[in-house]
């Protein structure tokens, strides 16, 4: 049984940092493409960053290039999205996702971790 399990979202400042985590079990993480999505209140939901399953090649939202970076860990079957230099309209539930490939339906999804991004 494939799950997404997010964690590491909180309250953090303007301009700092956090590191989510993305627990992936019931299949082999690195034969899938993962993806980072949010949505914010009131707002569609948005696609992050995805990284693809073999060659590992990476798509980042305009939005957060420069300042988030995704990571895959294939020993833990775990997915990091590091986010530095964090803004208030970075607030948002942030959700990882799987399938075979990045795209905007992806299959399986977590339960989402709430970033809130305020003085």
């Given at each position: 049984?494939?799950?997404?399990?997010?964690?590491?979202?909180?309250?953090?400042?303007?301009?700092?940092?956090?590191?989510?985590?993305?627990?992936?079990?019931?299949?082999?993480?690195?034969?899938?493409?993962?993806?980072?999505?949010?949505?914010?209140?009131?707002?569609?939901?948005?696609?992050?960053?995805?990284?693809?399953?073999?060659?590992?090649?990476?798509?980042?939202?305009?939005?957060?290039?420069?300042?988030?970076t995704i990571s895959r860990d294939?020993?833990?079957?775990?997915?990091?999205?590091?986010?530095?230099?964090?803004?208030?309209?970075?607030?948002?539930?942030?959700?990882?996702?799987?399938?075979?490939?990045?795209?905007?339906?992806?299959?399986?999804?977590?339960?989402?971790?709430?970033?809130?991004?305020?003085?």
């Amino acid at each position: 049984q494939v799950q997404l399990v997010e964690s590491g979202g909180g309250l953090v400042q303007p301009g700092g940092s956090l590191r989510l985590s993305c627990a992936a079990s019931g299949f082999t993480l690195d034969d899938y493409a993962i993806g980072w999505f949010r949505q914010a209140p009131g707002k569609d939901r948005e696609g992050v960053v995805c990284i693809s399953s073999s060659d590992g090649i990476t798509y980042y939202a305009d939005s957060v290039k420069g300042r988030f970076t995704i990571s895959r860990d294939n020993v833990k079957n775990t997915v990091y999205l590091q986010m530095n230099s964090l803004k208030p309209e970075d607030t948002a539930v942030y959700y990882c996702a799987t399938d075979l490939f990045c795209h905007a339906g992806m299959d399986y999804w977590g339960k989402g971790t709430l970033v809130t991004v305020s003085s």
